[in-house]
């Protein structure tokens, strides 16, 4: 299938090591935050959100962090697996559910 | 069903043909949305639906696109005299909710004007 990321930027990591994706947003008044995983030929996959009250956030394998003062978020995977190659975005929410999506960060992860 | 399906998977249209792309929300879900992805890069908002309601019309590039949601469950999307730069991956998503929550995406429908 086509590759939806085509002139990203890439994180390449060893299969076993942790992975840092970084995103900066633009709109101090946005107040929910999502990670998104797209695989090449689907749709966007829910990773992991945080509203901006917090500052992190713990799911399976992965943590989100929130920095409200740079306006920066973060996200955290655990012992990256080949599965979880793929483009990762971050999404920030203004106005009901309208979501803005940044550039995206494409993941490979080397056997 | 069980997610967010949209059809068909792929379109090819001449340029100045119309388009019709057709999403079917999870069952129940209260919102809509509809994006566009052009290659290499995020979705960008199109539009937002609330049951039968397009409350966000704002990210419609032009007046050639028009979308609806009679019966505030399945939607379309009309592309009317596609141009090339129509040219893109059209996702949909649906929410249960109506403020912010969780959206889950359909697998897109890619759209190629030639």
């Known amino acids: 299938g086509e590759s939806v990321g085509l002139h990203l930027p890439t994180l390449s990591v060893q299969e076993g090591d942790n992975s840092i994706i970084n995103c900066a947003y633009s709109?101090?008044?946005?107040?929910?935050f999502i990670w998104y995983k797209q695989e090449s030929g689907k749709g966007p996959q829910f990773i992991i959100d945080?509203?901006?009250?917090?500052d992190k956030r713990q799911g399976q394998r992965v943590t989100v962090l929130l920095n409200k003062t740079v306006k920066h978020l973060s996200l955290q995977i655990a012992a990256t697996q080949p599965g979880d190659s793929a483009v990762y975005f971050c999404?920030?929410?203004?106005?009901?559910?309208?979501?803005?999506f940044g550039s995206g960060t494409k993941l490979n992860v080397k056997p | 069903g069980a997610g967010v399906s949209q059809s068909p998977r792929y379109k090819v249209a001449k340029r100045g043909q119309d388009v019709a792309l057709r999403c079917d929300p999870i069952?129940?879900?209260?919102?809509l949305f509809w994006y566009q992805q052009a290659l290499g890069q995020g979705p960008e908002f199109l539009t937002y639906?609330?049951?039968?309601?397009?409350?966000?019309k704002s990210g419609l590039p032009s007046d050639r696109f028009f979308a609806e949601r009679p019966e505030g469950s399945v939607s379309t999307l009309k592309i009317q005299r596609t141009q090339q730069e129509d040219s893109a991956v059209y996702l949909c998503?649906?929410?249960?909710?109506?403020?912010?929550?969780?959206?889950?995406f359909g697998q897109g429908t890619r759209l190629t004007v030639v």
């Open positions: 998503a649906s929410s249960l909710r109506t403020v912010s929550a969780e959206a889950f």
């Open positions: 709109n101090s008044a946005s107040d929910y």
């Open positions: 945080i509203r901006s009250n917090m």
């Open positions: 999404a920030e929410n203004r106005n009901f559910n309208k979501f803005y």
């Open positions: 069952s129940g879900h209260v919102s």
């Open positions: 639906f609330q049951n039968e309601a397009q409350l966000d």
